[in-house]
């Protein structure tokens, strides 16, 4: 692995630099198949490439000529603004948090941290949009185990998503293999299941940035963040008494 001490050009997504008061934000990581990329702690990729000096380069130089682009479910505009809630969930719990944000209306990002593990929660005046969940809640994903697309139209639609950088959803819409209701379905599924596992972490960093977001209404329907609360609570009561 490369200098941990190399510069680190901020991320075009959270607009977080190489460190922060939380330590390292940005930090190359080796893929299963030898290959590296830079991750933010809000969860944006950069380029994979062959190298981790060649990942790091692309990363700064916002070399994505090879289809590779900054993965996100949602394009946040760069900001250099602070934080304005960060924590830690052993003192201010999950739906605590969720409830803050619903209260005072909030627009933004909720990232949160347990270990390697990175999340995202998108708001829009108080109310959850979408969420950036772990491999197995990718939209594709969902829309086959659903039986909504097949495996042959999942990788047809990555492709397209490699080569243009737009995100699953919309490009799901654009080859006409789900309606505007099933997609809201399963950013809706997706939503709820991020928040159902983020309700379990009895650890974790969380903070929130009040960044302006870039979205294609057609995969946004608002989702009330109290009723989210109340199934995540349930849904841990469940397994607390298994």
């Not at 380029?47 to 289809?67: H, M, Q, V």
Request: negative net charge; hydrophobic residues 35%.
């Amino acid at each position: 692995m490369p200098d941990q001490k190399k510069d680190f050009r901020s991320c075009p997504y959270c607009g977080s630099d190489e460190h922060g008061d939380e330590g390292v934000r940005l930090r190359p990581t080796s893929t299963s198949n030898g290959c590296f990329l830079v991750i933010c702690f809000c969860g944006a990729a950069g380029p994979i490439r062959d190298s981790a000096d060649k990942a790091i380069e692309a990363w700064n130089t916002r070399d994505y000529s090879d289809g590779h682009s900054a993965q996100h479910s949602l394009s946040v505009l760069p900001v250099s603004a602070s934080a304005s809630l960060m924590g830690n969930l052993k003192s201010f719990e999950f739906p605590m948090v969720l409830q803050f944000m619903s209260s005072t209306n909030k627009t933004g990002v909720l990232y949160l941290r347990q270990g390697q593990e990175v999340r995202a929660l998108y708001f829009r005046d108080g109310k959850i949009i979408a969420a950036n969940g772990n491999e197995g809640l990718r939209l594709g994903q969902i829309g086959c185990v659903k039986g909504l697309i097949s495996q042959i139209q999942q990788q047809e639609a990555l492709v397209k998503v490699k080569k243009t950088g737009r995100r699953m959803g919309e490009v799901l819409l654009d080859l006409d293999y789900i309606s505007e209701d099933e997609l809201w379905e399963l950013v809706r599924h997706q939503i709820q299941e991020t928040v159902i596992e983020l309700s379990l972490w009895d650890e974790g960093d969380f903070e929130f940035r009040d960044n302006p977001i870039e979205f294609d209404e057609r995969g946004i329907k608002n989702i009330n963040t109290m009723s989210m609360i109340l199934i995540a609570t349930a849904r841990k009561d469940e397994q607390v008494a298994a």
